[in-house]
């Protein structure tokens, strides 16, 4: 099982998870041939994808999907509530297929577990992927930890999580009041902070990879996030890895 990413961040957003003969996008936050030209990095072309995943609606998510599917004939999972906040826009896919974010499919040779999260969407999911042996958890775009949220990751081989900010950086940032205080909110985004509190909580005696995401080019920066989440692990800092917005990172093996 190995997994890599396209980019992270609030310009676009795109992961891949791949295990057996099977290979899913999780979200597509680029254009068509913007995300080409990522998944060329990775030595892979859009034909090579089995599927898209969508965690939710937001325009750094979807803003490629209905395009890329309908040219290489991909299915697309999400939830119900992001098929509606959708619905009657041009980024409706095709191929859709529901998940309830409550209950675990399998696509190929992935199982997929989603689970609720705060964000302020229309039915935002995150997910664990696993191949029957090992576990990748995923948790971008929250706003709070819960023990829904802290159990659905306990025991994972591998993590990307998001970090979205400092909170610091972000109260005397250059962003208004109405932003700042969304983004610090309980449907807004994971600080370092709270991102390390949830990672510390967390059974990570089987963690072999833990990947830092979703990070702000304006209120943060990699070696904040570095630091937070290798003080709750009690690891060295230059451990934990970083998805950037422009190169994502490269594939990572869960062994």
Request: glycine letters at 10%.
């Amino acid at each position: 099982m190995r997994f890599a990413c396209l980019g992270s961040g609030s310009e676009g957003n795109a992961l891949i998870v791949e295990a057996g003969r099977t290979r899913l996008l999780v979200d597509c936050g680029f254009g068509v041939r913007e995300i080409t030209r990522r998944l060329g990095r990775l030595n892979l072309a859009p034909e090579d994808l089995d599927a898209i995943l969508l965690t939710h609606e937001h325009g750094d998510h979807v803003a490629g999907v209905a395009r890329l599917a309908a040219r290489f004939r991909l299915p697309v999972w999400l939830s119900h509530g992001t098929h509606l906040a959708l619905a009657g826009g041009e980024g409706v896919p095709e191929d859709i297929h529901l998940f309830d974010v409550h209950h675990a499919f399998s696509v190929g040779d992935l199982w997929i577990h989603p689970f609720p999260v705060p964000h302020d969407a229309r039915e935002p999911a995150q997910f664990v992927f696993s191949d029957g042996k090992r576990r990748l958890g995923l948790l971008t775009d929250v706003g709070r930890s819960t023990p829904h949220i802290q159990t659905m990751l306990d025991g994972c081989d591998a993590l990307v999580l998001e970090c979205n900010h400092d909170p610091q950086m972000l109260a005397r940032g250059p962003y208004p009041p109405p932003l700042k205080h969304r983004i610090a909110g309980d449907l807004g985004h994971l600080s370092n902070a709270a991102a390390a509190a949830l990672l510390a909580a967390l059974d990570h005696r089987r963690l072999k990879h833990v990947i830092a995401a979703h990070l702000s080019r304006t209120n943060n920066r990699p070696e904040l996030a570095r630091a937070a989440l290798a003080q709750a692990l009690g690891c060295e800092p230059e451990w934990i890895g970083v998805a950037d917005q422009d190169c994502g990172f490269d594939w990572r093996h869960i062994a």
